[in-house]
């Protein structure tokens, strides 16, 4: 069984160039990820393959949380899943314990501050209904916390690309758009900290709808309990 880093080297060289070969995406705004430092890459959230496409598209390693379930397979098939994500830089977390959660933080922050991206949906979990909901002052945590700036992501059609429930991809066309990189640096001197995190979060999901296209919901979305 190869070691992850291994994987990782044959992903990493195999993968994107093939998945673009395939499915030829549409990217723009590419050059607004900065190819070094800590960087934020915030996006809205269609399908699970949301995690792949954009590490496909984007020249640099970008760190995603998975949901725990994925590394602690058994057998073979469970040694290979948990090999796949670890390969992929994905990091483990515990989406029903909060105090798990709650330290996925942290583990972003040690991302950010050894000078990597990071990636995170600010909606929390996948939009079912194709709304951009409200985001979650986690991201503008993690900006104001280690000083990143936080590039806009903008995803259409990747909810056909693996629909919810969809084992296995589609062959379908994705756009994926880069927006200006939002600095949060001295933009919140003197302002409140949650208030400050409120206003940073709403600027990045104003500038992913820009991006997707897609219709804003009132509020927060939630994640059913089967999900």
């Known amino acids: 069984m190869p070691s992850a880093p291994s994987v990782y080297g044959v992903l990493s060289a195999v993968v994107p160039p093939l998945a673009r070969a395939v499915w030829r995406p549409t990217v723009t ?10 960087v ?6 269609l399908s699970f393959a949301d995690s792949v496409v954009i590490p496909v598209v984007v020249p640099r390693t ?6 725990s379930d994925y590394f602690t397979g058994t057998g073979v098939r469970g040694r290979l899943q948990r090999a796949w994500f670890e390969g992929l ?3 483990p977390v515990d989406r029903d314990d909060t105090r798990a959660a709650m330290a996925s933080l942290d583990t972003a922050l040690d991302v ?5 991206a990071f990636g995170i949906y600010p909606e ?5 209904d194709g709304r951009l909901h409200r985001g979650r002052t986690g991201v503008a945590h993690l900006a104001l916390t280690a000083g990143a700036p936080v590039v806009p992501v903008g995803l259409r059609g990747t909810e056909q690309l693996q629909p919810v429930g969809a084992r296995l991809p589609r062959l379908v066309h994705v756009d994926v758009a880069f927006g200006e990189p939002i600095d ?3 933009r919140y001197d003197g ?12 600027e990045v999901m104003a500038a992913i709808q820009r991006l997707s296209g897609q219709e804003v919901a009132p509020g927060y979305n939630e994640r059913p309990a089967d999900a």
């Open 62 to 67: 970008v760190v995603f949380l998975a949901k």
């Open 40 to 45: 934020i890459l915030a996006s809205n959230h």
């Open 29 to 38: 705004g590419l050059h607004h990820v900065p190819p070094t430092g800590p």
């Open 191 to 202: 302002v409140p900290l949650g208030r400050a995190r409120r206003l940073l979060t709403d």
């Open 184 to 186: 949060p640096r001295g």
């Open 124 to 128: 929390g979990t996948r939009s079912r």
């Open 89 to 91: 830089g994905m990091l």
């Open 112 to 116: 950010l501050a050894r000078g990597d």
